[in-house]
């Protein structure tokens, strides 16, 4: 596997037997043009030269494709799936529960689980899940918080753990669209990481919402002759609290001192694991446009010539003002 960046044009040189799936970043992004599954990321990009940039998921062995539960999916040879899904939030009228966040979001995690248990790859890895208006309110709860609800929900229903070996993830906010949600599944569970600055997100007490939220820090995952690093959006939070308010350059430090500490309990747990934070690939996710420079600039002190892509988006907690994910493949 590998995980590839490319412009649009870029694209039609992938080999299309070969990709599993990713993302096109950016607000005019097309969610067209690939004949695998996409997630199309509606968020403005921040380095202030390009407008889209996709990036894709490469197996080294072949893969097949195809359409279920609603959900376009991808897999490969050597036991790996890929899918994305989009579901709008439109019903009867104001008050239809079918067309609530809590139940779209449930609905769409068992749709998941349905395909990776029909596939015969049960174990999530990784998910990425994009909430239209996350820090808005609904019925009363904010939205990220009904969202949290409907996944732990389909986590039980579905006969999955919600405090062990939960996926990697991130929970970002987007202007309008649908519920968008890609992930990435195989045959074997993940290791999952936690942090030991951060009280796990899944025991996070219920000032945060009724029901916590559904991931793991980190995540370790095995092919044949190679392991997958994921990341979860990471934030400026020790113990439960966000530290840092109003400051985002302090914000993005400490976020990098909380990828430090899952990075160290990693390479620890996997013994041959050996990544450095030099050898990850970001994504920054940034509340406010204007922020982005200060941002970058806090990121390259600390991390170097990394590959990285800064895009706007609401964080998951109003007062968080930044968050910061990763991904590092082990070299074959
Ligand atoms: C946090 O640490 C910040 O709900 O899937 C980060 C990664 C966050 C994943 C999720 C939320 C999620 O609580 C928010």
Known sequence: MSLDFVSATELDALDPTRVLGGACLGVAAPAVGASWPQQAVSMPLLDGTRSVWHEAWVSD?????????????S???????FGALALPEVGEGPADST??????????????????DAQGLPHLWRVWNYIPDINGAQAGLERY?????????????CARSVTEQVPAACALGVGGGPLSIAFMAGATPVVPIENPRQVSAY???????????TFSRAALAHLPGQALFFVSGTASIVGHETLHLGDVVAQTMESLNNVEAVLFEANRIARDGGFSLSDLVYRVYVRDAADAPAVTAAMRERLGAVEMLCVQADVCRSDLLVEVEAHGLRPR
């Open 145 to 157: 918080r009904q969202f949290n609800l409907g996944r732990g929900d389909a986590f039980e229903r």
């Open 61 to 73: 062995a072949p893969v097949v494709s195809g359409e279920s539960e609603g959900i376009r999916w």
């Open 203 to 213: 025991r996070y007490p219920d000032v945060y919402g009724p029901r916590s939220p």
């Open 75 to 81: 897999r490969s040879a050597d036991g790996v799936l």
């Open 99 to 116: 067309a609530a966040l809590r139940h779209i979001s449930e609905l769409a995690y068992a749709r998941i689980f349905r395909l990776l």
